[in-house]
């Protein structure tokens, strides 16, 4: 039945003002209305990431308070607006806006930031694509140029994006891959193609036995103080892709006197540096991207679909936790606990599998 009621209030997970997790709320709040390039979609699946902490720490202040969370979700269409002509209703999708505001039981989203889902692809793996994978194509392949011989190193590689980026690093020919991760990860690590496992607390040396001439490519997700440290890992020629900062993120709120994410910087990474050591350093903010150059990550999306359709990658969730739970889903990824996708489920759509007590 295709209707559309103006202004109806639905369950949504807000973030009141920044903090710990006592600043989210569930509560019903109005849909916007439906612009004429906008879909309505009723959500099955939401992802959980690791921007959403930030945001409700309080690292990304250009996105105010109060705030809907989550930037990925998937669906199925009930309304479109007049000028939409590449969806239907009834079409399952999967929607991305880096953010927020999709953490709801219904969502009103521009089409521009949806994706038509193939019938043969389960809602679970489709919302675990945008944040995870598109990031991770872009670092391993658009900014790392991961090449056939290449020697990878992929900081949390246990996370949504670790996961993604070692699975794509192995459709490369005669790739090694190295993952960093918390010990009791390590078996999973090697079981989703890490070929050398090293702890946090003392990579570094473990890491110049493996490869003597340094790393091809490294992906690091920790920022702060490791920035020094990728580099100088690097070899000859070697790309150092920049993703995030989980160092900064150390407890339930933001340590103000430590630094701010989007401040933290390192004093020495200069012009002459990178120029006399032949390295590249790069940095992905795949939100950005979207918004100067949605076709690119269009095009991405097509190719993860075909990937995942051929059985190149398959995206590993680790939990699938009821709607209502959202704080307990924010803290598995927080406290390091999760080996992959964390999602969340409305309550309608079921399937959701208890947390094991530790990773096997």
Known sequence: ?????????????????????????????PLNNLGHDDICVS??????????????????????????????????????????KNFQLGDRVLCYVWTGGLFREKVIVPAINCYLIPSDISSQDAVSLPANYLTAYISVFTMGNLQSGDTILIHSAAGGVGCAATQLAKTVNNVTIVGTASEFKHNKLKENGVHYTLSHENYVNQAKEITKNGFDVIIDSIGGANIEISKNLLKTCGRLVLIGGSTFIQGDTLNIFKTLYTNWQTKNIHPRSVIELNISISGVHLGLIFDSDPQKINSIMT????????????????????????????KLLAERKNFGKVILALKRFGNVRPHPSKVP
């Open 1 to 29: 039945m295709n209707y559309f009621e103006q202004n109806k209030s639905v369950k949504s997970i807000v973030l009141e003002e920044y903090g710990s997790y006592d600043k989210i709320n569930i509560k019903n709040m």
């Open 303 to 330: 190719k993860l679909f075909k990937m995942l359709k051929m059985g190149y990658i398959k995206p590993i969730i680790f939990e699938t936790v009821n709607f209502e739970n959202v704080i307990e889903a924010q």
């Open 43 to 84: 959500v099955e699946f939401c992802g959980v990431n690791f921007c959403d902490i930030l945001v409700r720490q309080g690292f990304l202040r250009e996105l105010t308070t109060p705030r809907i969370l989550g930037c990925e979700c998937v669906g199925t269409i009930d309304n479109i607006g007049k000028n939409v």
